[in-house]
């Protein structure tokens, strides 16, 4: 159904509604109204018939009692002329009061304890009506007296039904007009609503225009009503929608060419990539992850807890994620991953949170890179870098030893051709043996493999060890330790005759830096990543040209150095996985700043295993 059918039955209906209230208050108005009409009717004809049967009286020598009067004048024929002038009466009775008997008229409607009682208790110039039931038909009979008739009763029976079917009739009157009425209001109401609604009628079509993405044409407004406005208001509420659908369209085609990059680089890129939520279970994977860890397809994989992760790497899985969830960044690390068949492959980890618009963490992102071949390569540049160093420490052991050699030859081509043994020649060259036997040691020392096993050590006990061991010789050089170290645990993974080689080599040179004397300044602290270790002395310094070349093979500052100790400290602390790095001041003093992994519990536990 249509507004404007809706409009029209809504206006028709109150219409009606205000009609049958109307025709109700109306009938009953009406009713009432005939009723009294009918009953001051009945008692105006019974005053009529009371002042014409006293005539009579008055005309009758005998009075009432004296009928002679003439048949003309009688009262039945008086009756009958008033019959005939209102057919609504059936009947006119005249009674004594006195005995309640009929003095003149007929009575053939009778209804006689109950007349009796009315016509005794009737008084003088009063009037009764009541309705009585005779034969199944309805009547009225009325009653009246006055003092014209005195004595007497006039008694009237009416027809009720005629007096009925003029109220229908009026009835059906008043209904045919209220329904010509209704017709005419809702054909008015129809055409009304129908020029108020018109302009919906363009609002609506607008309304199906912008539904189907079309918003160019607008609407013509012809009214300044609130009609009007509210076509205003849809033409401008199109013209935006227009400007957002076009945004909306550029964005969509933005996102849909950005999803598809991001799925050619995670389906192409040759890192393993995978998507799990909070609990591990993985969400999505892409083909250089079913690659890697061997799945023959993508479903295979989806739904697993941590399916790359061996037994043995959970608690620093957890680990991670934990700082993670704290909000914290971890770099790449390097770790074992199992594949399908439970192979074990070194793999560089990247594990990024995924969070949704309120920063909340959803799922994680993990990017795995194959470090197999990586290892391999590094693998054959430390063998061709131990090959070049090879060949830097024979170069340097043959010029070193080729020097004193050169000496002894020539001492003992002296010796040779004088055939005498002098004793100063054969000092400086016993001197120059020791040197060789020096150099040789020394490479001896950065040749021979050792054999390394890590332990849980806190680093603060080896470096107190070694100070203990060096004091004797500091104090002969007039040298004093000042020693800050933290209270917190410095616990790391280590060889620890190792490091202490690392500390004596320091040490060593800190005091042959410090001919005078003087103080040498060792710091400690634990910076939850990493042990910082600090060794100063207040020595003459190292020139800052030279400290790049500190760490090659025989460089050194020292006239009876070999330039090995800082190779070999050097090469323990990479080992460590650690940083050495030096820093002078010529005048002021050197600073060699050590940095150590800290041992986490995690690492920790697996350690001991």
């Known amino acids: 159904m249509s507004i404007k059918m809706k409009f029209s039955a809504l206006i028709t209906l109150i219409v009606i509604s205000f009609f049958i209230v109307h025709h109700l208050l109306t009938e009953y108005s009406m009713t009432r109204a005939m009723r009294e009409q009918a009953r001051q009717s009945m008692q105006d004809t019974s005053m009529h018939v009371a002042s014409s049967f006293a005539s009579y009286g008055k005309q009758s020598p005998g009075g009432a009692d004296h009928p002679a009067a003439g048949e003309a004048a009688s009262p039945e024929n008086l009756f009958g002329i008033v019959q005939s002038l ?47 039931e005779i034969g199944g038909k309805p009547y009225y009979r009325s009653y009246y007296t006055d003092e014209q008739v005195d004595g007497y009763a006039i008694s009237i029976v009416y027809d009720r039904e005629i007096i009925h079917a003029m109220v229908s009739k009026k009835r059906n009157d008043t209904l045919i007009y209220t329904g010509i009425t209704m017709l005419l209001v809702l054909f008015i109401s129809y055409w009304l609503v129908g020029a108020m609604i018109r302009p919906l009628k363009d609002i609506l079509w607008k ?12 609407i013509r407004i012809k009214r300044k009503d609130e009609f009007g406005l509210l076509a205003l208001k849809v033409n401008a509420m199109s013209q935006n929608l227009s400007i957002y659908m076009n945004k909306l369209r550029k964005a969509f085609e933005e996102n849909r060419r950005m999803k598809e990059h991001l799925e050619s680089f995670i389906n192409h890129t040759t890192d393993a990539i995978h998507l799990f939520d909070l609990e591990g279970k993985v969400i999505q994977v892409n083909r250089a992850f079913e690659q890697l860890f061997d799945y023959e397809e993508e479903e295979e994989a989806i739904g697993l807890v941590y399916p790359t992760v061996p037994e043995s790497h959970m608690a620093e899985k957890r680990h991670m994620l934990n700082q993670l969830l704290a909000g914290k960044t971890l770099p790449t690390q390097e770790t074992m991953r199992a594949t399908k068949s439970g192979e074990l492959i070194p793999v560089s980890v990247t594990i990024s949170p995924i969070r949704d618009s309120d920063g909340t963490i959803r799922a994680f992102a993990s990017i795995s890179r194959d470090m197999r071949s990586r290892n391999k390569m590094e693998e054959l540049l430390r063998r061709s870098e131990k090959l070049t160093t090879v060949g830097q420490l024979a170069a340097g052991v043959a010029h070193e030893i080729r020097n004193p050699l050169t000496t002894l030859r020539g001492f003992l081509q002296l010796q040779q051709e004088s055939r005498k043994l002098a ?46 061991l060096m004091n004797s010789e500091a104090i002969l050089h007039n040298i004093e330790f000042r020693i800050s170290f933290t209270e917190e645990s410095c616990r790391i993974s280590c060889e620890e005759n190792q490091l202490k080689q690392v500390f004596i080599n320091l040490i060593k040179n800190a005091i042959e830096a410090m001919p005078a004397g003087g103080y040498i300044h060792i710091h400690m602290a634990n910076k939850r990543e990493h042990i910082a270790i600090s060794i100063t002395d207040e020595g003459e310094g190292i020139p800052e040209e030279m400290i790049p070349n500190i760490g090659d093979p025989f460089f050194t500052g020292k006239e009876t150095g070999t330039g090995l100790g800082i190779m070999v400290s050097q090469r323990i602390i990479n080992s460590h996985k650690g940083t050495l790095d030096i820093k002078s001041q010529v005048g002021v003093g050197t600073t060699v700043n050590i940095m150590l992994p800290a041992l986490k519990e995690a690492a920790e536990k697996l350690l001991h295993r």
Request: hydrophobic share 40%; aromatic share 8%.
């Open 86 to 132: 209102n057919p609504n009466i059936k009947e006119i009775t005249v009674f004594d009061q006195d005995t309640v008997q009929i003095a003149y008229g007929t009575y053939t409607y009778p209804d006689g304890a109950a007349d009796r009682s009315v016509v005794r208790t009737l008084g003088k110039n009063e009037f009764s009506v009541r309705s009585l």
């Open 207 to 218: 309304v199906n225009e912008v539904s189907s993405a079309r918003f160019h044409q607008p």
């Open 423 to 468: 004793l100063p020649h054969v000092s400086l060259m016993l001197s120059e043996l020791d040197r060789i036997n020096l150099i040789v040691g020394e490479f001896l020392i950065l040749a021979k493999p050792q054999a390394t096993r890590f332990v849980a050590k806190d680093v603060k006990d080896v470096l107190q060890d070694v100070i203990a």
